[in-house]
């Protein structure tokens, strides 16, 4: 059975779905909905995603949206008891608090700044910079003695925040200053079956 994996391909949040994906080896099948047109509002698309948001699966008549959700969905499902997801109560509560950081700091910091420069939404580009730094700052003192954000193996937690953080540069942030950082972007790009996603144009760095 083939996933359908509902997208935008310059989406971080539809990337790191299509990341797990690809590392699970789940077959899959990108659907690239035309946001421009309004495609994630229409009446069939809204049955899988009420909100109108991407991405979202279809999985055998199972629908989910959230990347994040979609995360812990496939994990569960077709990884079940593996280091993606640790069984550990105190490290399954640290992969949670990265996940809650993907969407709190992560999406308010490099993901806005992103949108601001590769989409041109009128998120305050100023303030998503100082975030993104702020959040940077915690980040490369987190890696500075280990080499993934939770155990001594790559998990879901490290998925999420893979992709808005490796294409942090397209919206201005300069991850020069963050070495451990770059060593962790390089660390999930050498993980067997790693698939990037669609890069844009850098900005001037800031």
Same mark, same amino acid.
């Given at each position: 059975?083939?996933?359908?994996?509902?997208?935008?391909?310059?989406?971080?949040?539809?990337?790191?779905? #299509?990341?797990?994906?690809?590392?699970?080896?789940?077959?899959?099948?990108?659907?690239?909905?035309?946001? =421009?047109?309004?495609?994630?509002?229409?009446?069939?698309?809204?049955?899988?995603?009420?909100?109108?948001?991407?991405? =979202?699966?279809?999985?055998?008549?199972?629908?989910?949206?959230?990347?994040?959700?979609?995360?812990?969905?496939?994990?569960?499902?077709?990884?079940?008891?593996?280091?993606?997801?640790? =069984?550990?109560?105190? #490290?399954?509560?640290?992969?949670?608090?990265?996940? +809650?950081?993907?969407?709190?700091?992560?999406?308010?910091?490099?993901?806005?700044?992103?949108?601001?420069?590769?989409?041109?939404?009128?998120?305050?580009?100023?303030?998503?910079?100082?975030?993104?730094?702020?959040?940077?700052?915690?980040?490369?003192?987190?890696?500075?003695?280990?080499?993934?954000?939770? +155990?001594?193996?790559?998990?879901?937690?490290?998925?999420?925040?893979?992709?808005?953080?490796?294409?942090?540069?397209?919206?201005?942030?300069?991850?020069?200053?963050?070495?451990?950082?770059?060593?962790?972007?390089?660390?999930? #790009?050498?993980?067997?079956?790693?698939?990037?996603?669609? +890069?844009?144009?850098?900005?001037?760095?800031?």
């Amino acid at each position: 059975m083939t996933v359908k994996l509902y997208r935008n391909p310059k989406s971080g949040h539809c990337h790191r779905v #299509e990341l797990m994906l690809a590392f699970l080896g789940v077959p899959y099948q990108t659907i690239d909905l035309d946001m =421009a047109n309004g495609a994630h509002k229409a009446p069939d698309y809204l049955k899988i995603s009420p909100f109108g948001l991407v991405p =979202a699966i279809d999985d055998d008549g199972y629908t989910l949206a959230d990347s994040n959700a979609i995360l812990i969905y496939l994990v569960q499902t077709y990884a079940k008891g593996s280091d993606w997801m640790p =069984a550990d109560p105190k #490290e399954a509560a640290e992969v949670q608090r990265w996940l +809650t950081i993907a969407a709190d700091n992560i999406y308010s910091g490099p993901c806005a700044a992103r949108l601001v420069k590769v989409f041109g939404t009128k998120h305050d580009h100023a303030a998503a910079l100082a975030k993104s730094h702020d959040l940077f700052k915690v980040i490369e003192a987190h890696l500075a003695n280990r080499d993934w954000l939770v +155990t001594d193996n790559v998990t879901i937690a490290d998925v999420a925040g893979y992709s808005y953080i490796a294409h942090a540069p397209e919206g201005g942030v300069d991850l020069a200053p963050y070495p451990n950082i770059r060593s962790w972007l390089s660390r999930i #790009e050498a993980t067997p079956n790693f698939i990037g996603m669609a +890069t844009s144009p850098v900005p001037e760095l800031a």
